[in-house]
T-cell receptor, first 117, second 109 residues
Framework: GAVVSQHPSRVICKSGTSVKIECRSL??????MFWYRQFPKQSLMLMAT?????????EQGVEKDKFLINHASLTLSTLTVTSAHPEDSSFYIC?????????????FGPGTRLTVL | AQRVTQPEKLLSVFKGAPVELKCNYS??????LFWYVQYSRQRLQLLLR??SRESIKGFTADLNKGETSFHLKKPFAQEEDSAMYYC???????????FGSGTRLLVRP
């Protein structure tokens, strides 16, 4: 089946630094990827839709200048948390859309746990 | 606004008992509903989608537009079914998913 990887799986950084998280579709091409955020014991909250070759579409309330998304190829999307602060600490999950029409499916990465000190 | 509600945070049953995980949605258009499952220490994965009308691992779910529900059912729970289950809604104009808050299913031996 389709596999999506994320790197790193865990990152600890100091407040004020920037952190880049990679999301890769390993065995399929994905023109559309999604970035989610999950707080402890809460559901996944969609942050943005990443479109290959164009600007990401951010959900209401998500700061696009803080969460930079780049989808430079059909297999890679990156999320950069700029000037991270402790409140940005969370579990970040990406997914990649495979297929089309009624059979399209989002395949999820394993997630990246970000801890900002 | 579009919304997915899973009223139970935790559902605990004994092995062999029937299971029903509730999911209600709020959406005025034509929705597509999904159930995703996350086993311990594993990533989120698709369990089933309403348009497929199939049974996966013994689980079924029927979309009831009148009650705006998409409850997940299994007649005889197994210990390996213990996991976190998320109901998700996709609107007819988008690939975006809106997730419910999830229900943890615990199947006791």
């Amino acid at each position: 089946g389709a596999v999506v990887s994320q790197h790193p799986s865990r990152v600890i950084c100091k407040s004020g630094t920037s952190v880049k998280i990679e999301c890769r579709s390993l065995d399929f091409q994905a023109t559309t990827m999604f970035w989610y955020r999950q707080f402890p014991k809460q559901s996944l909250m969609l942050m943005a839709t990443s479109n290959e070759g164009s600007k990401a579409t951010y959900e209401q309330g998500v700061e696009k200048d803080k969460f930079l998304i780049n989808h430079a190829s059909l297999t890679l999307s990156t999320l950069t948390v700029t000037s991270a602060h402790p409140e940005d600490s969370s579990f970040y999950i990406c997914s990649a859309l495979s297929g089309g029409g009624s059979t399209d499916t989002q395949y999820f990465g394993p997630g990246t746990r970000l801890t900002v000190l | 606004a579009q919304r997915v509600t899973q009223p139970e945070k935790l559902l605990s049953v004994f092995k062999g008992a029937p299971v029903e995980l509730k999911c209600n949605y709020s959406y005025s258009g034509s929705p597509e509903l999904f159930w995703y499952v996350q086993y311990s220490r594993q990533r989120l994965q698709l369990l089933l989608r309403h348009i497929s009308r199939e049974s996966i691992k013994g689980f079924t779910a029927d979309l009831n537009k009148g009650e705006t529900s998409f409850h997940l059912k299994k007649p005889f729970a197994q210990e390996e079914d213990s996991a976190m289950y998320y109901c998700a809604l996709r609107m007819d104009s988008s690939y975006k998913l809106i997730f419910g808050s999830g229900t943890r299913l615990l199947v006791r031996p």
